[in-house]
Nanobody, 119 residues
Framework: QVQLVESGGGLVQAGGSLRLSCVAS????????MGWFRRQAPGKQRELVA????????NYADSVRGRFTISRDNAKNAVYLQMNSLKPEDTAVYYC????????????WGQGTQVTVSS
C-alpha cells in the first residue's frame, strides 16, 4: 500500500503565506514526478498548480507563477508547496499527486487539504 499524507492547509488573510507538505509512505521502488493540484469549487475540475520531476525541473500554472514554489526532498519522499502573496482566488482544496513505481507505475493522490484565503 502507498499513502500520500498532506499537511499545512488552513485559513490565512490575503497577502499571507502557507506551506503545504506531502509525504509518501509504503512499499515502492521510486517516485517519478510529484505535484500539487487544486479544486476551487465542488464540481469544478481539478487543476494543476505545480509539478516537479525527480530531477528537480518545475512547472507552474500561470496563475501562481512567481508566488508559489514547489520543492521536494527525495530522501524523505516528500514534496512541498510554499505559497506566498496568497489571494482569495487561491481558496481551494489542494491535493498532492505522485507518480510512483511499484511493479508498475501508478498515480497516487492525497486526501486533500483545505486552503482558505480571506480578503
Amino acid at each position: 500500500q502507498v499513502q500520500l499524507v498532506e499537511s499545512g492547509g488552513g485559513l490565512v488573510q490575503a497577502g499571507g503565506s502557507l506551506r503545504l507538505s506531502c509525504v509518501a509512505s509504503g512499499s515502492f521502488s521510486s517516485i517519478n514526478g510529484m505535484g500539487w493540484f487544486r479544486r476551487q469549487a465542488p464540481g469544478k475540475q481539478r487543476e494543476l498548480v505545480a509539478s516537479i520531476t525527480s530531477g528537480g525541473s518545475t512547472n507552474y500554472a500561470d496563475s501562481v507563477r512567481g508566488r508559489f514554489t514547489i520543492s521536494r526532498d527525495n530522501a524523505k519522499n516528500a514534496v512541498y508547496l510554499q505559497m506566498n502573496s496568497l489571494k482569495p482566488e487561491d481558496t481551494a482544496v489542494y491535493y498532492c499527486n505522485a507518480n510512483i513505481r511499484r511493479q508498475f507505475v501508478y498515480d497516487y493522490w492525497g486526501q486533500g487539504t483545505q486552503v482558505t484565503v480571506s480578503s
